[in-house]
């Protein structure tokens, strides 16, 4: 977009292009998510009248045909930057002072009067008290778990985020054991604690294993086999251990203090609301900032930067009203405030909940809920958020998050009219309030 603008452009990048959602994220996290939902829809189908005859996965088969198109998305993805007038640098960039960067490879040196930061981040391997545990060098991150030469019978994954909330669906749905270990009470800390408590408990009737309370001390590879100790004693025989405790700034031997950028505590660059970091010259934009760790946030600060430096239209990035989802299975989506969070910024607030049976589950014969919750301030009656957790739950949030970016309110949800048979239709259907509470 700067080349488009008339910029002279040159990218350094190390590893593959497309970045951390392309090559080592959302995309092939998104790819595994389908297949392992075959299963299900494999076990819904003789309620619908299908006799499913013998069945079976194969691994390397699945893996082979994600590379192959992740390897087209960066062929795609390359392509539209050159198209653009980029010059590519397959090179590692460190700077060596404001205006100048080494490129370690090759040994160049390149200035420029602007410089981007946008060298994204990486899972972390600390646990505990910020060390790498004994054994910790046997587990791997979610970056390997894309490239294991065979699936595992029993992963144990650590961590209650998104990443470990997602590969503990993808593998239970392959076929493996698994068991999460989660140090706090509930995982997904910062989401709405009904949803929560309706994943969790979702994971136990779908016969996932969720430690709560619980940390790896230790890890030791016997036989074939790795052990976890616990910090509760107990010890866990597992095939592979995946870390997803959380990822890190990739600043590190960056060396941005020869141009003055300060970092923050966690090594993040610090920026301004223009993306502007404490060189004046220098921006930094997506999961290196840690704000919100997101790919459409990320583009979305990339715009607004081209915006302020090359179109002289300063335009600050605006991190309101984002919606998410965690591609569990059913689906955690997400779009402002939870009710925890509403209640703390002061609001009294209504609640609206719903939980029913989806109509596919009917016929299907398991016993799958879908749980929705709309959170209201009482005075204005504008909706600050609407949660959802079941089938197809990313695809509707995008739509109520516009509905809260023109600042809706609860009577404009009532005064839509349901498109009806479906899950969505719920949301301009709930009329009866659950309760309302005070901060
Ligand atoms: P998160 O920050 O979401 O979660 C990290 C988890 O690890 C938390 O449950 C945290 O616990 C736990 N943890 C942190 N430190 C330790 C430790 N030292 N020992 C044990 N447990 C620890 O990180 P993820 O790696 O899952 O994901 C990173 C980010 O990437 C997400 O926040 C999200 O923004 C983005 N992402 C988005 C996706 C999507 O949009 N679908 C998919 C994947 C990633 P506690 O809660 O107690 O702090």
């Known amino acids: 977009m700067a080349a488009l603008a008339g910029a002279r452009v040159a990218i350094a990048e190390e590893s593959r292009m497309g970045g951390t959602c392309v090559i080592r994220g959302c995309i092939p996290k998104k790819l595994l998510v389908y297949a392992s939902q075959f299963a299900e829809n494999f076990a819904d189908a003789p309620g619908y009248g299908w ?17 192959k198109e992740i390897a087209r998305l960066e062929g795609l993805y ?3 930057v050159e198209a653009a007038g980029v010059t590519i640098f397959a090179d590692r960039a460190v700077f060596e002072d404001e205006h100048t960067l ?14 981007l930061i946008a060298t994204g981040n990486r899972p972390t391997r600390e646990m505990g008290t910020s060390h790498i545990i004994p054994g910790g060098n046997l587990c791997i991150t979610s970056d390997e778990a894309f490239h294991l030469k065979e699936m595992p019978k029993r992963i144990l994954i650590a961590g209650g985020g998104y990443i470990a909330l997602e590969f503990a669906h993808i593998f239970h749905g392959l076929g493996a054991h698994v068991s999460l270990v989660y140090r706090g ?7 709405d604690d009904d949803m929560r408590t309706a994943l969790c408990e979702s994971m136990s009737s779908r016969g996932l294993e969720v430690l709560l309370g619980c940390e790896f001390t230790k890890v030791e590879k016997r036989g074939d086999c790795l052990h976890a100790e616990t910090n509760k004693g107990a010890v866990i025989e597992c095939d592979q251990i995946l870390l997803a405790i959380g990822r890190q700034p990739n600043t590190m031997a960056l060396h941005v203090e ?12 610090k920026v301004d609301d223009y993306s502007r970091t404490s060189a004046p010259h220098i921006y930094a934009v997506g999961d290196v900032t840690d704000r919100l760790q997101l790919t459409p946030v990320a583009i979305h600060e990339a715009m607004c930067f081209v915006e302020t430096v090359f179109k002289n239209n300063p335009t600050a990035p605006d991190h309101v009203h984002v919606a998410s989802a965690v591609f569990t299975t059913p689906e ?23 939980s029913f049976r989806p ?19 009482q005075a204005t009656q504008k909706v600050l958020g609407v949660h959802i957790f079941g089938d197809h739950a990313a695809e509707i949030i995008q739509l109520a998050a516009v509905a809260l970016k023109l600042g809706a309110t609860k009577q404009d949800f009532d005064s ?3 498109l009806h048979p479906t899950a969505a239709e719920e949301l301009v259907t709930m009329r009866t309030k659950s309760y309302s509470k005070s901060p």
Do not use: C
């Open 51 to 67: 006799t499913i005859g013998e069945r079976s996965f194969d691994w390397a088969t699945l893996i082979a045909n994600k590379d």
């Open 102 to 115: 080494l490129l370690l490879n090759s040994q160049k040196r390149v200035t420029a009067e602007k410089i």
């Open 332 to 354: 955690l989506a997400v779009v402002g405030m939870s009710e925890e969070k509403a209640l703390l910024m002061g609001h009294t607030v209504d609640i609206y909940k719903s």
């Open 185 to 191: 009470e509930k995982p997904l800390r910062g989401f």
């Open 359 to 377: 109509l596919l589950h009917t016929l299907g014969g398991r016993p799958v809920r879908t749980m929705m919750k709309m959170v209201v301030d």
């Open 416 to 418: 839509t009219i349901a």
């Open 258 to 269: 020869k141009a003055g950028v300060a970092l923050g505590k966690k090594g993040e660059v």
């Open 78 to 80: 390359t392509k539209n």
